[in-house]
T-cell receptor, first 114, second 115 residues
Framework: GENVEQHPSTLSVQEGDSAVIKCTYS??????FPWYKQELGKGPQLIID?????GEKKDQRIAVTLNKTAKHFSLHITETQPEDSAVYFC?????????????FGSGTRLSIRP | EPEVTQTPSHQVTQMGQEVILRCVPI?????FYWYRQILGQKVEFLVS????????KSEIFDDQFSVERPDGSNFTLKIRSTKLEDSAMYFC?????????????FGPGTRLTVL
């Protein structure tokens, strides 16, 4: 079945610096790649997503890139702020007409040092 | 902004007891999901539900698990005879229909502790 690998498991960056989280997926049929932020005691919240027909997407300080050939995708957070501290999950899904499960990576705990 | 809600926030039960976790999905959504997250681990898919039937389930979702949408608004997950290893956060999610609807909206979760 589909498997999503994520690294690093923990990441500590100085406030204002950039953070990069990388993921790989195994099923070449995957066509939707969401990124979730999970704060303590809360459910995963979507922060950005990308579909397989797009190589890059940006939303303010957050950008995602997708390399379909290599089955790699990455999250880039620029100008990090203390409120960016959380656990981030990459995920992959095969979207079709009926319900589509999401396969999560193992998570990255991001800490922003003041 | 509409959101998925879950009750209770924390459930403590004895091994072998039945539990029912409740979710109210976003009102116009048609696809419903349960995921679980064992402490410190990744979020794992359990089951998807559409048109009053299970669309897909994982190997975790064995005969001890069942889902139901009893009244058109609630979506429940029942564990018939809980085991210690069922202790986890359980997240409900819902999704709209149509070509542009990819995002699954997650609830805040129910922490299940089996003693």
């Amino acid at each position: 079945g589909e498997n999503v690998e994520q690294h690093p498991s923990t990441l500590s960056v100085q406030e204002g610096d950039s953070a990069v989280i990388k993921c790989t997926y195994s099923d070449s049929a995957s066509n939707y790649f969401p990124w979730y932020k999970q704060e303590l005691g809360k459910g995963p919240q979507l922060i950005i997503d990308i579909r397989s027909n797009v190589g890059e997407k940006k939303d303010q300080r957050i950008a995602v890139t997708l390399n379909k050939t290599a089955k790699h995708f990455s999250l880039h957070i620029t100008e990090t702020q203390p409120e960016d501290s959380a656990v981030y999950f990459c995920a992959a899904s095969i979207q079709y007409s009926s319900a589509s499960k999401i396969i999560f990576g193992s998570g990255t705990r991001l800490s922003i040092r003041p | 902004e509409p959101e998925v809600t879950q009750t209770p926030s924390h459930q403590v039960t004895q091994m072998g007891q039945e539990v029912i976790l409740r979710c109210v999905p976003i009102s116009n959504h048609l696809y419903f999901y349960w995921y679980r997250q064992i402490l410190g681990q990744k979020v794992e898919f359990l089951v998807s539900f559409y048109n009053n039937e299970i669309s897909e389930k994982s190997e975790i979702f064995d005969d001890q698990f069942s889902v139901e949408r009893p009244d058109g608004s609630n979506f429940t997950l029942k564990i018939r005879s809980t085991k210690l290893e069922d202790s986890a956060m359980y997240f409900c999610a819902s999704k709209g229909a149509g070509a542009g609807y990819n995002e699954q909206f997650f609830g805040p979760g129910t922490r299940l502790t089996v003693l």
